[in-house]
């Protein structure tokens, strides 16, 4: 039983466009959502989150939406720059219910970003 | 900050064997976890810790023991490894459950 998924496993944008990523999840007791980006032979890091109580939160070129009702996130980066190709996972983690923190992580989308 | 460090970055085992994945932090986080990445499958929470003598299981726990006796070091532990066992071995931290997670390296590990 998959709680989070990203249905799109390779994303393909040309540089200077818009990259979306999309990510659902089934458990209505998330509340905190991240973005980790991964490139090959490194461990992930850490992109941008947001909590269960807003609808966007931005940082530069990246901003996250959240759609509750939907039970859908995404991530757009804009503009999109070669550098950007990684893979790209979301999580999702029920803090205030579970009191663990546990992270569900996605599949992951990989994305390339051609110049 | 050395951050979070793994040993070894690459280990090959026989059926049977057992080993330990070892896993640092220097950050002083409370908060430390294991996952595994399998293609197809994401980041899939192993054992994870909230402090020091405090451990938990995961989403696939079976096959895998965890022990946390100081605050720095996590070690994962193989008893008897399987083929299935196979994957790319990711260690984090972090400082608290709303916070994001940092991750090493990883330790890609395969079981013949």
């Known amino acids: 039983d998959q709680q989070v998924k990203q249905n799109s496993p390779s994303l393909s944008v040309q540089e200077g466009r818009i990259s979306i990523l999309n990510c659902d999840y089934t458990?209505?007791?998330?509340?905190?959502f991240l973005w980790y980006k991964k490139y090959p032979a490194e461990g992930p890091t850490f992109l941008i989150s947001i909590s269960s109580i807003k609808d966007k939160n931005e940082d530069g070129r990246f901003t996250v939406f959240l759609n509750k009702s939907a039970k859908h996130l995404s991530l757009h980066i804009v503009p999109s720059q070669p550098g950007d190709s990684a893979v790209y996972f979301c999580a999702a983690s029920a803090v205030i219910s579970s009191n663990t923190g546990k992270l569900i992580f996605g599949q992951g989308t990989t994305l390339q970003v051609k110049p | 900050n050395a951050g979070v460090t793994q040993t070894p970055k690459f280990q090959v085992l026989k059926t049977g064997q057992s080993m330990t994945l070892q896993c640092a932090q220097d950050m002083n986080h409370e908060y430390m976890s294991w996952y595994r990445q399998d293609p197809g499958m994401g980041l899939r929470l192993i054992h994870y810790s909230v402090g020091a003598g405090i451990t938990d299981q995961g989403e696939v726990p079976n096959g895998y023991n965890v022990s946390r006796s100081t605050t720095e070091d996590f070690p994962l532990r193989l008893l008897s490894a399987a083929p299935s066992q196979t994957s790319v071995y990711f260690c984090a931290s972090s400082p608290g459950f709303s916070y994001e997670q940092y991750f090493g390296p990883g330790t890609r590990l395969t079981v013949t």
């Open positions: 458990n209505s007791m998330f509340d905190y």
